[in-house]
């Protein structure tokens, strides 16, 4: 299975809708390859919804979307049993958690509890209603939003819950250049409407199994190790990385790798990940913060300072 031919196919084509953004298509699709989940964390209006949904139709995949509000119940996004007359039996009716692509907006509206229960679904790729378990379809990635700047009736995430998304990204504002191209793409139609399927969900799961396979030297292990232990005992730090951030970068960097059409990982893969992999992984202190020290800016620093592994040959 080629991984780079796939991953070209769906960023050029998710590409023509989410213009300039190539690299933050890249990190989602590293994120698919691994079975990781994405936390989208940006200001409204920059396409994170036409994001998921562009994904989801160059995969021909089912994409449900889900919109976050404080009165939300854990069975609206599960599903339920019905009690069904001609039967004489509960039947289940599955919720919108139950698709290949699912887009959870504004996840921080909804309470704790309703948090809870994507989350678990995100976790252990099933639902149980009443007893019953369903699995989830494959692939399966749920990407969650949430709004950095309004924070009134939210629900935020507690740190348990966030070390559970693969990786965070942020799409930020399009260059004036690409904004221009926004406005002509669109004058007489959302592209969205006519993108097509590039790919089926059965090369994905192919795709999948191939990066577990790229090469990761024990020198590049060690430096996972020694960025992800770096933030556990960084002064500026009140709790650092956990080993599943270990396990994430790791993934991360061989999938990046896959991508770029390497079946062995090198430093730079696990740099272009770090931030997005291990920043919302990571409690910067309160005074740190007030001198405007951010998780981000630390993983930054420390890729910066600690030794970078040579390069050794390939076994």
């Known amino acids: 299975m080629d991984v780079a031919i796939l991953a070209r196919r769906l960023s050029d084509n998710v590409e023509r809708v989410i213009l300039g953004k190539h690299d933050e298509v890249q990190r989602l699709l590293a994120a698919l390859l691994c079975q990781g989940h994405v936390l989208l964390e940006d200001v409204p209006g920059v396409g994170k919804t036409v994001l998921a949904k562009s994904v989801a139709k160059s995969l021909g995949c089912s994409f449900r979307r889900?919109?976050?509000?404080?009165?939300?119940?854990?069975?609206?996004?599960?599903?339920?049993?019905v009690f069904s007359q001609k039967t004489g039996e509960f039947e289940y009716h599955p919720g919108p958690v139950v698709a290949q692509v699912v887009l959870a907006d504004e996840v921080n509206r909804a309470t704790p509890k309703t948090q809870a229960a994507l989350l678990e679904a995100m976790e252990e790729r099933q639902v149980t209603v009443d007893g019953k378990t369903v699995a989830l379809p494959?692939?399966?990635l749920v990407v969650a939003t949430q709004n950095p700047i309004e924070y009134e009736g939210t629900y935020p995430l507690p740190e348990a819950q966030l070390d559970r998304f693969f990786l965070r990204l942020k799409l930020g504002y399009p260059s004036p250049e690409d904004e221009m191209a926004i406005l002509e793409v669109q004058r007489q139609g959302h592209p969205l409407e006519t993108i097509t399927q590039v790919a089926a969900a059965g090369e994905v799961l192919l795709a999948q199994k191939a990066v577990q396979v790229v090469y990761v030297d024990d020198l590049i292990k060690r430096y996972i190790v020694d960025l992800v232990g770096a933030t556990r005992s960084h002064s500026e730090v009140y709790l650092g990385a956990s080993p599943r951030g270990s396990l994430s970068l790791y993934r991360a960097s061989q999938a990046y790798a896959a991508i770029a059409g390497r079946d062995y990982v090198l430093p730079d893969d696990v740099k272009q990940m770090a931030v997005d992999v291990l920043a919302h992984r990571v409690i910067v202190n309160p005074s740190a913060r007030i001198r405007g020290l951010t998780a981000d800016s630390l993983i930054e620093?420390?890729?910066?300072?600690?030794?970078?592994?040579?390069?050794?040959?390939?076994?």
């Open 66 to 81: 889900i919109q976050c509000t404080p009165d939300m119940l854990p069975s609206d996004i599960t599903g339920v049993s």
């Open 138 to 140: 494959e692939p399966f």
């Open 301 to 315: 620093e420390l890729l910066g300072r600690l030794p970078v592994p040579g390069a050794a040959a390939r076994a």
